[in-house]
C-alpha cells in the first residue's frame, strides 16, 4: 500500500515517523491498517482511512448502541439529591458517575452544555436527572434526531452544525474517533462562550502498554481510532489554538492490561471471557496498577481540562 509520506503529524506539524501495522482486534472484523508514529511528539495516526467506516461499527455488537436506559421521577430526585450532597461533601459514595469530572468543572444547572459523541446520550440523561437543564448531544451514527424531554436533545448530526455558544463542551472518547483534531478543537473553541470549559477525555501515546506492547494494545482500536495524540502534541496543538490547557489527568483502569491481553491470547474484545481468563486477584492487581500508572503519567487515558481564555 502506498503511504503519503508528506503528510504532516496532526498535532504537531512535523513530518518524520514510524509506520506501525495494526489489525481490527476488538470484533475480529477482516482488514490491516497502518499508523504513523511522529517521531517528534509521539501521537498516531491512521494513515487510509477506510471510505466505509460505518462499516466498522456493527449496530448489533458496538457498545454506543446500546438503548437509553430511563430512570423514575423518585430515581431521578434522588439522583439529583445525591449531586447536591457530593457538592458539599465530595467523598466517592456520593459521586455519580460523571461526579470526578463535574467537581472540577463545577457548571451550573442552567449552563449549556454539549456531549460530542454522544452515543445513546446516557451520560446526558444521568446529568438531566441530576438537575441540569440545558443538555444537546451530537453524534453522526445514532439513528435520529430526538427530543427527549424539555431539557435533552440528541442530533444525528455534527457538532459543526450546533448553533449559538456553550458553557461546556465535553468530548468522551469521541475525540480519537475524528479524522481532524485541528478542525474539531477549532469548532469548539468558536462554539464556547469567553471562559468557557473543554473536557476531552481521550486515551493517550504516553501509555506505557503503548510502549510495551504496540499493535497489541487495546486502545489502539484501529480502524475506529483515527488520531490519538500524546499529551505533548495535544497539549501543542489546543494551545495554538488559544485554549488554555488548565490540567491534564490520567484516568486509565484495569481495561489497559485485560483487554490487551485479550488481544495477545488472540481473543475479541469479549468482556465475558474476564471472569474465566483472570482471577479476581489478578484484576484487584490490574486496578491497582492502573493507579499507580495514574499517578506516574504513564496511564493509557487521559481527561484534558481546557479554558476559552477570556481576553482571546
Ligand atoms: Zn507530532
Same mark, same amino acid.
Given at each position: 500500500?502506498?503511504?503519503?509520506?508528506?503528510?504532516?503529524?496532526?498535532?504537531?506539524?512535523?513530518?518524520?515517523?514510524?509506520?506501525?501495522?495494526?489489525?481490527?482486534?476488538?470484533?475480529?472484523?477482516?482488514?490491516?491498517?497502518?499508523?504513523?508514529?511522529?517521531?517528534?511528539?509521539?501521537?498516531?495516526?491512521?494513515?487510509?482511512?477506510?471510505?466505509?467506516?460505518?462499516?466498522?461499527?456493527?449496530?448489533?455488537?458496538?457498545?454506543?448502541?446500546?438503548?437509553?436506559?430511563?430512570?423514575?421521577?423518585?430515581?431521578?430526585?434522588?439522583?439529583?439529591?445525591?449531586?447536591?450532597?457530593?457538592?458539599?461533601?465530595?467523598?466517592?459514595?456520593?459521586?455519580?458517575?460523571?461526579?470526578?469530572?463535574?467537581?472540577?468543572?463545577?457548571?451550573?444547572?442552567?449552563?449549556?452544555?454539549?456531549?460530542?459523541?454522544?452515543?445513546?446520550?446516557?451520560?446526558?440523561?444521568?446529568?438531566?436527572?441530576?438537575?441540569?437543564?440545558?443538555?444537546?448531544?451530537?453524534?453522526?451514527?445514532?439513528?435520529?434526531?430526538?427530543?427527549?424531554?424539555?431539557?435533552?436533545?440528541?442530533?444525528?448530526?455534527?457538532?459543526?452544525?450546533?448553533?449559538?455558544?456553550?458553557?461546556?463542551?465535553?468530548?468522551?472518547?469521541?475525540?480519537?474517533?475524528?479524522?481532524?483534531?485541528?478542525?474539531?478543537?477549532?469548532?469548539?473553541?468558536? +462554539?464556547? $462562550? @469567553?471562559?468557557?470549559?473543554? /473536557? !476531552?477525555?481521550?486515551?493517550? *501515546? #504516553? %501509555?506505557?502498554?503503548?510502549?510495551?506492547? =504496540?499493535?497489541?494494545?487495546?486502545?489502539?482500536?484501529?480502524?475506529?481510532?483515527?488520531?490519538?495524540?500524546?499529551?505533548?502534541?495535544?497539549?501543542?496543538?489546543?494551545?495554538?489554538?488559544?485554549?488554555?490547557?488548565?490540567?491534564?489527568?490520567?484516568?486509565?483502569?484495569?481495561?489497559?492490561?485485560?483487554?490487551?491481553?485479550?488481544?495477545? +491470547?488472540? $481473543? @475479541?474484545?469479549?468482556?465475558? /471471557? !474476564?471472569?474465566?481468563?483472570? *482471577? #479476581? %486477584?489478578?484484576?484487584?492487581?490490574?486496578? =491497582?496498577?492502573?493507579?499507580?500508572?495514574?499517578?506516574?503519567?504513564?496511564?493509557?487515558?487521559?481527561?484534558?481540562?481546557?479554558?476559552?481564555?477570556?481576553?482571546?
Amino acid at each position: 500500500m502506498p503511504i503519503d509520506t508528506k503528510s504532516l503529524c496532526k498535532f504537531c506539524g512535523k513530518e518524520d515517523f514510524l509506520v506501525v501495522p495494526a489489525k481490527e482486534r476488538m470484533l475480529q472484523l477482516s482488514g490491516e491498517f497502518q499508523y504513523r508514529e511522529c517521531l517528534s511528539c509521539g501521537s498516531l495516526q491512521l494513515i487510509d482511512i477506510p471510505k466505509d467506516l460505518a462499516n466498522y461499527y456493527p449496530k448489533e455488537s458496538y457498545y454506543s448502541q446500546a438503548p437509553l436506559v430511563y430512570s423514575s421521577r423518585l430515581k431521578n430526585l434522588l439522583k439529583s439529591i445525591r449531586l447536591e450532597v457530593f457538592r458539599i461533601l465530595p467523598i466517592p459514595f456520593f459521586s455519580p458517575s460523571y461526579g470526578e469530572w463535574l467537581r472540577k468543572l463545577r457548571p451550573k444547572k442552567q449552563d449549556r452544555i454539549a456531549d460530542i459523541g454522544c452515543g445513546n446520550g446516557q451520560l446526558l440523561y444521568e446529568m438531566y436527572a441530576s438537575g441540569f437543564r440545558k443538555l444537546e448531544g451530537f453524534d453522526p451514527y445514532i439513528p435520529e434526531t430526538k427530543k427527549i424531554n424539555d431539557s435533552l436533545q440528541l442530533f444525528c448530526e455534527s457538532f459543526e452544525s450546533a448553533k449559538g455558544t456553550f458553557d461546556l463542551i465535553m468530548m468522551h472518547h469521541s475525540f480519537e474517533h475524528m479524522e481532524d483534531p485541528e478542525s474539531i478543537l477549532k469548532v469548539c473553541f468558536q +462554539k464556547l $462562550k @469567553a471562559g468557557g470549559k473543554l /473536557l !476531552v477525555r481521550t486515551p493517550v *501515546t #504516553d %501509555s506505557q502498554v503503548w510502549k510495551e506492547k =504496540k499493535e497489541l494494545w487495546v486502545q489502539l482500536d484501529a480502524p475506529r481510532h483515527l488520531v490519538i495524540p500524546s499529551v505533548q502534541g495535544f497539549s501543542q496543538l489546543s494551545e495554538e489554538i488559544g485554549f488554555q490547557l488548565d490540567e491534564v489527568v490520567f484516568d486509565s483502569t484495569a481495561f489497559q492490561f485485560w483487554g490487551t491481553a485479550l488481544y495477545e +491470547k488472540g $481473543k @475479541a474484545l469479549n468482556p465475558d /471471557l !474476564v471472569q474465566s481468563l483472570f *482471577t #479476581d %486477584s489478578e484484576l484487584k492487581e490490574m486496578h =491497582k496498577k492502573a493507579l499507580q500508572y495514574n499517578q506516574e503519567g504513564k496511564g493509557d487515558q487521559v481527561c484534558f481540562y481546557l479554558i476559552k481564555p477570556i481576553k482571546s
